[in-house]
């Protein structure tokens, strides 16, 4: 019960927005399991009209009261004794049903006219229809609640992703995160879409019926109920067991997920080292492990109905032994039987509905988990606007470390405005932790970055970010048109300011020769392309971006020499009039900086002119020896 409350606390701010349709869906609700209750009493009516002992008395036991043996509230009451509540509400229940239903239906030994005819074959298939259509309202409305809440979720989810920062993808895997947007809020949208209805419908049928068979016979009622308790322990169990084996299985299924992005993501390294039967097996190890949890599930699921049935088949065995007993009327055996077939659906019903929460219940959980973050990088609550870069950006003792582990060693570094600095040292020195900070993906752990004058903790982080474009050798494109990967450097770039950035990035001829041109869809992460027309897009975005700073993060480390030159001569254009921070292991590339800054460990080891450093035996001509240049080498022009 309490992981029920949990799902519906969760959902209710998504579903109290749509609070017309969830209103609807509730009195169908109602509605359908009132419905419900009125086949016991329209069972015992009709076959009381035909039993032959009540025929006898002219029609007048239509009302029920002429049972062989027994002796009911109206013969006390002719006895000039009072009638109980319960005995004046059914019979005022009977005498309206009477006054309603007589010219309608057949009774046995009564003429059969048209309107006995019309009521006899259309009674029953009423009562079903309005049932029927009652309970399509009502899973209609819950539906198209439930198919919005989760929209709305899955919308917040994702918003909640990237707004998070680095650190929380740093220590996520892409498995958890889809399971997070997809499996979690599809498991939620089960039990909104199927579980809120039910839960409206079954507990009124459930109750509706007890009180019909009370208002018949109490006694015989508490009788046939005797064993329901019964039910209830082992649906608590199995809820258990089954709740253990969906959270096993979640783990599982990540990881599975985690696997099959990476292999189809790495496809080419897994074809060329011949990988596929290596990674097809771990998949199907996984796979076999989520068989497991998925029967241990079902074993206990599946077990909930043959339990719920024998329980009441063995009241239904009393009750029969009980009536033959006590001799009691036809009519009210078979109301009583159609009871316990309305009742112990229900009860069924809500048994699964148990199971399905207490599965939904973890992924529940995971929502409100992920939901609860809040990234590590947060603006302030007085962020200062900077529209303009006007002066420098300057280092200031800077620190950060991953944890335990130190990475930045207290950096110290002025970039004047419209400077042309470059970032050398060797894998792991912190050059890429270095533009992590720039663009504030992280925090410093000490020392800070002032961008004229003011900390980058009180900038408004879409002004910072809107004052910089990256170039980096991860080439990030999305599977939407040419010009819509442009234009996401600026939103709502013009047509012809995007073909401009594409000119000046010198991308325009080899787009024009595409299927659609600008408007050819590049596919997933711009796979039809080259690298070095993936590169250029991805210049011309920074482009159009026309931003004063401009970061490039070993933008040509990975091109061939050809399509390196084409890249550098669009860099080369792209740098003029900004402040350019360049960061390369290929040290080439950084010949024409104002002012080359060398890291090792973290730390600033050296700092002046390129071609200063690489004539003073130090640790960038150290670096440049191992790439084949030498001073005045051609490659240093």
């Not at 606390?9 to 419900?36: D, E, H």
């Not at 006895?79 to 005995?87: D, E, F, N, T, Y």
């Not at 609860?372 to 420098?392: C, D, L, M, N, W």
């Not at 450097?489 to 991308?507: K, L, S, V, Y």
Request: overall charge positive; charged content about 20%.
């Amino acid at each position: 019960m309490n992981h029920l409350w949990s799902v519906l606390r969760f959902g209710w701010p998504y579903l109290r927005r749509y609070r017309p349709r969830l209103v609807a869906g509730v009195l169908l609700g109602i509605l359908f399991g009132l419905s419900n209750a009125s086949f016991v009493w329209a069972t015992k009516t009709v076959i009381g009209r035909m039993d032959p002992s009540v025929s006898s008395q002219g029609g007048a036991g239509f009302v029920g009261e002429a049972l062989a043996g027994q002796t009911t509230d109206r013969d006390r009451a002719s006895a000039g004794k009072p009638l109980s509540r319960l005995g004046q509400l059914k019979r005022d229940l009977e005498g309206w049903t009477f006054d309603a239903l007589d010219p309608w239906l057949p009774a046995l030994g009564r003429p059969v006219g048209w309107r006995q005819v019309l009521g006899g074959l259309l009674f029953f298939p009423f009562l079903v229809a309005v049932r029927g259509f009652v309970g399509y309202g009502s899973s209609y409305c819950m539906g198209w609640v439930s198919e919005r809440v989760v929209n709305d979720l899955r919308v917040d989810v994702l918003r909640r992703l990237s707004g998070l920062s680095l650190e929380f993808f740093n220590r996520s895997t892409m498995g958890d995160l889809l399971t997070h947007v997809n499996g979690d809020t599809a498991s939620l949208q089960r039990s909104l879409s199927l579980g809120v209805s039910d839960l409206i419908k079954e507990p009124v049928t459930i109750v509706g019926i007890v009180g019909m068979l009370c208002l018949i016979d109490w006694q015989m009622t508490l009788g046939a109920l005797i064993f329901f308790p019964a039910c209830v322990v082992p649906i608590i169990v199995l809820g258990k067991k089954v709740r253990r084996a969906s959270k096993a299985g979640l783990h599982v299924n990540i990881t599975q997920s985690s696997l099959l992005v990476e292999m189809l993501s790495g496809i080419r390294v897994v074809k060329a080292f011949g990988l596929e039967e290596a990674q097809v097996m771990r998949f199907q190890k996984l796979s076999a492990e989520l068989v497991h949890h998925g029967m241990k599930g079902i074993r206990a699921k599946e077990l909930i109905n043959p339990i719920i049935e024998t329980v009441s088949m063995v009241g239904f065995g009393l009750l029969i032994v009980y009536i033959a007993a006590k001799g009691r009327a036809v009519a009210e055996m078979v109301a009583f039987l159609t009871g316990l077939i309305f009742f112990y659906t229900p009860v069924k019903k809500l048994a699964g509905l148990h199971v399905l929460f207490e599965q939904t219940s973890v992924g529940v959980g995971r929502l409100m988990r992920i939901l609860a973050e809040r990234p590590t990088v947060e603006e302030s609550g007085a962020a200062i606007p900077v529209k303009k870069f006007e002066r420098e950006i300057r280092l200031d003792a800077l620190r950060f470390a991953y944890g335990e582990q130190g990475v930045l060693h207290g950096i110290d570094l002025t970039i004047p405005r419209g400077s042309r600095v470059g970032i050398a040292g060797e894998s792991g020195s912190g050059k890429s932790t270095l533009v992590n900070l720039l663009f504030r993906f992280y925090d410093p752990t000490g020392g800070a970055i002032w961008l004229d004058g003011v900390n980058l903790r009180d900038v408004a982080l879409g002004d910072l970010r809107g004052l910089m474009a990256l170039v980096s050798q991860e080439i990030v494109l999305f599977d939407m048109t040419v010009a819509e990967n442009i234009a996401c450097g600026r939103p709502g770039a013009t047509p012809d300011a995007i073909e401009a950035a594409a000119r000046a990035a010198q991308a325009h001829d080899f787009i024009m020769q595409l299927p659609s041109g600008y408007g050819t869809r590049i596919g997933e992460r711009g796979i039809t392309l080259s690298g070095g027309q993936r590169q250029r897009l991805a210049i011309a975005r920074a482009f159009v971006r026309n931003a004063p700073i401009l970061v490039l993060d070993e933008a040509t480390a990975s091109l061939d020499s050809q399509s390196e030159a084409e890249v550098q001569s669009a860099i080369e254009r792209l740098s003029q009039n900004r402040t350019v921070i360049t960061v390369a292991h290929r040290l080439s590339t950084l010949a024409t900086s104002d002012i080359v800054v060398v890291l090792n460990q973290g730390a600033v080891v050296e700092m002046g002119r390129f071609d200063e450093l690489l004539n003073q035996n130090g640790w960038l001509a150290a670096m440049a020896r191992k790439q084949g240049i030498r001073p005045h080498s051609p490659a240093t022009l």
